[in-house]
C-alpha cells in the first residue's frame, strides 16, 4: 500500500513527526511511507499534526484517511506508545480493507 503523508506547519509540536515517520517506516516496511507530493495519488493518506489544534489541511482526496495529533488518532485518545500502536493499527487495517479490493 501506499501511504500518502501530510505534515501540518509544525508551529507548536508536542511530538517529534520525523520521529513516527521513521518508525512508521520501520514497524511497516511492507507499505511505501511518503509525503503526498512525491506519489501523487497515494492508496491513504496520514495526517501528522503536531499540537491538538490538528490543524493541517486536508488535500483533495477521496480515500482513506488517518489524522494523527499529539494526542489522538482519528480523533479518539491516545499517546505515547498507545498513539503510535492505534496509527500502526489503522494503516494495517486500511491495507487489509484495499487488498480486498484492488490486491495491492
Given at each position: 500500500m501506499e501511504i500518502g503523508v501530510k505534515f501540518c506547519g509544525n508551529c507548536q509540536p508536542h511530538y517529534d513527526a520525523a520521529l513516527m515517520l521513521q518508525a512508521l517506516h520501520e514497524a511497516l516496511p511492507q507499505h511505501i511511507i511518503a509525503p503526498m507530493i512525491h506519489i501523487g495519488r497515494p492508496d491513504a493518506l496520514l495526517v501528522l499534526n503536531g499540537c491538538a489544534s490538528a490543524c493541517a489541511g486536508l488535500p483533495a482526496f477521496d480515500g482513506p484517511v488517518v489524522i494523527v495529533a499529539p494526542d489522538s488518532v482519528d480523533y479518539r485518545p491516545g499517546s505515547g506508545q498507545k498513539l503510535?500502536?492505534?496509527?500502526?493499527?489503522?494503516?494495517?487495517?486500511?491495507?487489509?480493507?484495499?487488498?480486498?479490493?484492488?490486491?495491492?
Open positions: 503510535f500502536d492505534a496509527v500502526i493499527s489503522r494503516l494495517s487495517q486500511m491495507a487489509e480493507d484495499l487488498s480486498g479490493t484492488d490486491g495491492k
